[in-house]
């Protein structure tokens, strides 16, 4: 199983970036989709999550009305589209798989690193 995130960069504050975890070596319509990310010296924490069909989404308070979260089951995909970005949106960002049948078995991306700065 693989999950490879993609997209980060540096951005100045109010920009965009879109981030792409593609996956393999899964049934991906079986797997809702998470993006988390982790800040230096903080906690891992959850962004947005999408059902496996990608009719019910979540977002943290923070990100509401700013980030959207989407999916491609044929092409086995899952976005983060990210706007108005700020300073403190800046870290790591993973996204993970899990299974629908059983929310133990999760599967987790390498990271991409969102700098948001001027």
Not at 25 to 53: C, D
Not at 87 to 115: I, K, M
Request: proline share 3%; charged share 20%.
């Amino acid at each position: 199983v693989q999950l490879v995130e993609s997209g980060g960069g540096l951005v100045q504050p109010g920009g965009s970036l879109r981030l792409s975890c593609v996956v393999s070596g899964l049934m991906f319509n079986n797997y809702a989709m998470s993006w988390y990310r982790q800040a230096p010296g903080k906690e891992r924490e959850s962004v947005a999550a999408i059902s496996s069909n990608g009719g019910i989404t979540n977002y943290e308070d923070s990100v509401k009305g700013r980030f959207t979260i989407s999916r491609d089951n044929e092409k086995k995909t899952v976005y983060l589209q990210m706007n108005s970005l700020r300073p403190e949106d800046t870290a790591v960002y993973y996204c993970r798989a899990r299974w629908v049948f059983n929310s133990n078995t999760l599967y987790w991306g390498q990271g991409t690193q969102v700098t948001v700065s001027s």
